[in-house]
């Protein structure tokens, strides 16, 4: 079982840069894909990004792909997600999420979830 914890969101203008990190309990970390979604006011959570256990592959939302780069420190149990070029759509409560692969795009096959972190854009 994993708990996680994000931090690093806040507010950011149009065009500006945030960094996410989200610290995993657990030592099995290193085992699980890790995911990082979004959710705004009255909308859907929605796929980000996600990235493979080992770190080798990727993959992200069309809408951030060249923006945004998801890494993972399986040493130090704690995965990123690099904000650039950021857009008022982008303002959203981010939440990192362990499972079994990183091509999984639908929340319900996550099986582990962090309380999320605020990141509102200004424009």
């Known amino acids: 079982q994993l708990q996680m914890v994000e931090s690093g969101g806040g507010l950011v203008q149009t065009g500006g840069s945030l960094r996410l990190s989200c610290a995993a309990s657990?030592?099995?970390?290193?085992?699980?894909?890790m995911g990082w979604f979004r959710q705004a006011p009255g909308k859907e959570r929605e796929f980000v990004a996600a990235i493979r256990w080992s770190g080798g592959n990727t993959h992200y939302a069309d809408d951030v792909k060249g923006r945004f780069t998801i890494s993972r420190d399986n040493a130090k149990n704690t995965v990123f997600l690099q904000m650039n070029s950021l857009k008022p759509e982008d303002t959203a409560v981010y939440y990192c999420?362990?499972?079994?692969?990183?091509?999984?795009?639908?929340?319900?096959?996550?099986?582990?979830w962090g309380q999320g972190t605020q990141v509102t854009v200004s424009s």
């Open positions: 657990g030592r099995l970390f290193s085992s699980y894909a």
């Open positions: 999420a362990a499972g079994n692969s990183y091509l999984r795009l639908r929340p319900l096959e996550y099986a582990y």
